[in-house]
């Protein structure tokens, strides 16, 4: 199963992922990065791998930020540069979130990237 990692700006990802799991049931292989106001770029990368490693990446990872430019997603970008089998998709919510979690297990990374750009067309951004 796909690997899904969050990054936001504050709680949002946290937050987001436990919302998603009141809906979609507790999931595996997903974890959070958050930039706070007090961690500098180095910090929060360092945040982000430590998430990065914890996860199983064999089936790729979809790495999903919030907001396209910000901080969470140029720390994507960095964890995308150095970790192969990635996809990063800027503009998540809470719908998206969810399409992804129930999806990840019937697709393969590029497919599950393809179809959140295709079912989010407004919201979804893709760096990679």
Known sequence: MI????GSHGNFAKEALASAQMIAGEQANVATFSLQEEMDLTMTITAAQEAFNALDDTAGVLILTDIMGGTPANVGAVLHKKNANTRLLTGFNLPTLIEALLSRATMDLE???AHLKDQFPATMSDLT
């Open 111 to 113: 497919e599950l990237t």
């Open 3 to 6: 690997a899904i990692l969050l």
